[in-house]
């Protein structure tokens, strides 16, 4: 049973702001998944939750409780690492019991503790095993092992799957939503990986430069970004951007001109916007549709089968390239001339300062 | 031909290799081998390779001086600077290897460059320093006096090792609440051991060899091995073997001890600068 709130938390390394003000409340039994470029200070952001690094200015409460200045074992936090930083001198058993024995708590207490971790875990063979003795997999699981065995009130993950391989970490993905979802604990999760943070969170908080960009459930980033940035990170592989020119919008929708002079009724809202102003129109290579010949007309450049869909690279004739997502059959091939259809329902706009403009219509999945 | 080459390379490094291994270990095999001559074959030309052993050196040098007691005083000093030398020194790589600054760096290379220093550029204020303290001809002002003089040495080479530690494997201990005491010798030293070990193995062969200090801080009471080299160069002129006596006596225990622990100071020393 734990909250985590960050008060406008900010963190300067001599003259550099990193954190620049960062404020966010996570609910018990959140799972919250921190995401963004590299260097966008989501690790730096998690570590000073975990007291690893110091806080500049700003709050952090967890459970209510002013924790900026409380050593990082006395948060009551359990965390883990990347590295999964085992230590390499103790056995699995030992690596678990480390903390326990920190805290005091007596000899069979800790040992029925490990031991009902280990089961949980499927680490019961390897409990005198060395980490060096183990494979990545089961060395995330004992790095697992050791922050359950703490009973903390809040799980930290530092991007604990990127150094897996691809199929190990869609299993250890599923693994830990399972868990979570079995300890019910609130947990925050640091990863760059924008399929983890869908697959796993309830609560996605996309950070970019020591801001937060937006904070919403994955869906609701999926289908309503707020601002360019939001759109281009989430969804792979990433949203289409055209450039328009905005001809006038009432409530139930905005007109905007393309490049090749068609035009799009968007279902968003402009309040504000003058009539010729820049904007961009957004769209996801899946609501893309390949038609044999109308407006926006490119070249087929590189076609990705993937089997179950196809990725069409289409060279416009402003030479931008726009992928679109189409059926796993589909039997256009490279060089082929064809035109793009933008269903205007499930097109974005963006002001020109990147902002989106306000949907009529919340998505019902995200509302 | 390519393999050819690689072959003749590797024949042609080998012998310069044993050549400088031999080049070096000569004097040695010298000393020892003039230790079992008597004065007029130790220092008879051309030089004799062959002749008849004798332990009349070794009987005059135990006689004339107490070889235990130069020893045990080597064994005190060599042992007890490099103990609080490594009990100095590993705190202070701790901080600089884990809580850098701005001058960390600065910091460590002017803590070398008094290695750098002649030591007789100091020779008077520390001789005033340890006669002002009591602390002449003691085991303890000599120690210290060698535990400093090795301390810069001692904290690179630790700071080096701490290094190599991954800091996630510190953090991991703070977040299971360990103090940065505990941290410190439950987690980094374990696993720092064996970089420590051959720290204090060098710093051990540094103080052994130590002559400068120890014949210029001490005489009788507390003088180590390095003296009792030192009287047999007497006034009475030199005696080359009960010189190379006292000397084979002198580097024997630390050599056997050295040749024991050799596997742990060749990585020691080449620790950073192989990878």
Request: proline letters at 6%.
């Amino acid at each position: 049973m734990a909250t985590v709130e960050l008060k406008n938390l900010r963190k300067t390394y001599l003259t550099e702001e990193i954190i620049k003000g960062i404020s966010l409340s996570i609910e018990d039994r959140e799972f919250v998944v921190f995401v963004g470029p590299s260097g966008c200070g989501k690790s730096t952001l998690l570590r000073m939750i975990a007291g690893l690094e110091d806080i500049t200015s700003g709050d952090l409460l967890i459970d209510g409780q002013r924790m900026n200045d409380v050593e990082p074992g006395k948060r009551g936090l359990a965390m883990v690492f990347q590295s999964y930083a085992l230590y390499p001198h103790m056995d699995v058993y030992k690596n678990m019991e480390f903390g326990l024995k920190l805290a005091g708590m007596p000899e069979a207490e800790r040992r029925e503790k490990i031991e009902h971790v280990a089961h949980t875990l499927q680490l019961e063979p390897y409990l005198h095993h060395k980490p060096g003795q183990l494979s990545g997999g089961q060395r995330q699981r004992v790095a697992i092992g050791r922050a359950i065995v703490r009973n903390p009130k809040v799980f930290l993950f530092d991007e604990p799957l990127s150094n897996l391989d691809a199929a190990l970490r869609g299993q250890m993905r599923v693994e830990l939503s399972a868990l979570h979802r079995k300890l019910g604990a609130t947990t925050i999760y640091v990863t760059h990986d924008q399929v983890e943070a869908m697959t796993m969170a309830d609560k996605i908080v996309v950070l970019q430069k020591g801001v937060v960009e937006q904070i919403g459930s994955p869906l609701e980033l999926y289908h309503h970004p707020r601002n360019l940035f939001v759109a281009r990170f989430i969804g792979s592989p990433p949203m289409n951007f055209f450039p328009a020119i905005f001809q006038g919008g009432d409530s139930a929708g905005s007109s905007v001109q393309l490049r090749d002079g068609s035009t799009l009724y968007v279902p968003v809202t402009s309040p504000g916007i003058l009539p010729g102003t820049k904007v961009t129109v957004g769209i996801r290579p899946e609501h893309v549709e390949l038609a044999p010949s109308g407006p926006n007309s490119g070249t087929v450049e590189v076609i990705e089968r993937l089997g179950a869909i196809t990725l069409v690279h289409v060279r416009m004739s402003d030479g931008e390239i726009i992928v679109v997502q189409t059926d796993g059959a589909v039997l256009t091939d490279v060089d082929t001339h064809v035109s793009l259809t933008l269903p205007p329902q499930n097109c974005h706009l963006f002001a020109p300062d990147g902002l989106a403009f306000e949907a009529c219509r919340r998505h019902p999945l995200a509302a | 031909m390519a393999l050819k080459t690689k072959n003749s390379t590797r024949i042609g490094v080998t012998i310069l290799g044993w050549g400088i291994a031999l080049w070096l270990f000569f004097p040695i095999f010298w000393m020892f081998l003039t230790s079992f001559k008597s004065e007029v074959q130790a220092i008879s030309t051309p030089p004799k390779l062959f002749f008849m052993p004798t332990l009349s050196s070794y009987a005059e040098v135990f006689e004339r001086a107490s070889y235990w007691h130069f020893t045990f005083n080597t064994v005190i000093v060599s042992v007890g600077a490099t103990a609080s030398a490594i009990a100095l020194a590993v705190p202070a790589a701790y901080s600089m290897a884990f809580m850098p600054s701005k001058r960390t760096r600065g910091t460590l290379l002017w803590m070398l460059s008094t290695r750098m220093l002649p030591p007789v550029g100091v020779l008077v204020p520390i001789y005033l320093l340890a006669r002002n303290t009591h602390l002449l001809d003691t085991c303890t002002g000599l120690a210290i006096v060698d535990m400093l003089t090795n301390l810069p040495i001692i904290v690179w080479m630790l700071y080096t090792f701490f290094r190599e530690v991954p800091a996630p494997i510190l953090e991991a201990g703070r977040m299971d609440g360990a103090t940065r005491w505990q941290e410190m010798t439950m987690v980094l030293l374990p696993l720092a051991l064996p970089g420590i070990a051959s720290t204090a193995l060098l710093s051990l062969i540094l103080c052994w060899n130590e002559a400068f200090w120890s014949l210029n801080l001490t005489s009788s009471h507390a003088a180590p091995l390095t003296a009792f080299i030192a009287s047999f160069s007497s006034p009475e002129g030199l005696f080359f073997g009960k010189l190379s006596a006292a000397s084979t006596l002198a580097v024997a225990p630390i050599l056997v001890f050295g040749w024991i622990s050799q596997k742990q100071l060749v990585r020691g020393l080449t620790f950073g600068a192989v990878k």
